[in-house]
């Protein structure tokens, strides 16, 4: 740990039950002390592709794979995360006790820091049952650096239609931003030329690492674009 912790801060959840992860076929149940590396082979197993797992085999070093809980991570936030996209864009929900009990919204948990106060979280549910198309794309100065930001797009092709998209960026102002004018202007429509600008983004992206957010921004717009443009190529 980088800084002492105060006394009484610090608790011992390695007894209390919540490490499993349960897969079936609608739903995985991650607890929220299951590792990185515990969730992301679990999954695996019966969803290899999934972008859940993606992101997970990416996020960081394995080393620390083995060590960074689903709770701690999504509670934190960090950069290095990488979890977060995925479960946004798949509506994921998580179980809070403590000062505030019951099951929420990711989205509505990690843009809420007061529902994170004196709570910790023991499960995160993922719907699984959906054979969504997915693209997955974290951008950092090298591998084992932080991400700047990662863009997550999923879409659902029925014939050459796009019936239905989630497209969730990280790392942009306001931490994370779900694009949904663009999921609404392309859901129900064939468009394999749609072309997304970083004006149509509609989220800034700061300044980091010697990159600027406007290139930033230009770089996230480019992937989206691919991401779109990827699903219904492949569907062709």
């Known amino acids: 740990m980088r800084n002492r912790p105060r006394v009484g801060t610090l608790a011992d959840l390695s007894g209390v039950g919540i490490h499993n992860v349960q897969v079936t076929d609608g739903a995985a149940r991650i607890g929220g002390a299951a590792t990185f590396t515990n969730a992301e082979n679990s999954l695996a197993v019966a969803h290899p592709d ?8 990416d996020a960081c070093s394995p080393a620390l ?26 509506d994921a929900e998580l179980t809070l006790v403590g000062a505030t009990n019951g099951t929420f919204p990711v989205s509505d948990y990690v843009g809420n820091r007061e529902l994170g106060e004196k709570t910790a979280i023991t499960e995160v549910c993922v719907d699984v049952s959906r054979e969504w198309e997915s693209h997955w794309y974290r951008f950092g100065s090298t591998h084992f650096n932080y991400p700047l930001f990662t863009v997550v ?34 859901r129900g429509t064939n468009r394999p030329d749609i072309t997304v600008t970083p004006a149509t983004l509609g989220t800034a992206f700061p300044d980091r690492q010697g990159f600027g957010g406007q290139y930033l ?9 691919r991401g779109l443009r990827g699903t219904q190529r492949s569907k062709s």
């Open 217 to 225: 921004a230009h770089l996230a717009s480019v992937e989206v674009t």
């Open 65 to 90: 794979r083995n060590r960074i809980t689903f709770g701690g991570s999504l509670a934190l936030f960090p950069p290095w995360s990488s979890v977060v996209g995925p479960l946004v864009a798949l």
């Open 153 to 186: 797009v999923l879409t659902e092709v029925n014939g050459r239609s796009i019936s239905d998209c989630r497209i969730v960026l990280t790392g942009n102002r306001g931490r994370f931003k779900r694009l949904v004018q663009i999921e609404d202007e392309i």
């Open 50 to 57: 999934h972008i859940l797992v993606k992101a997970l085999h």
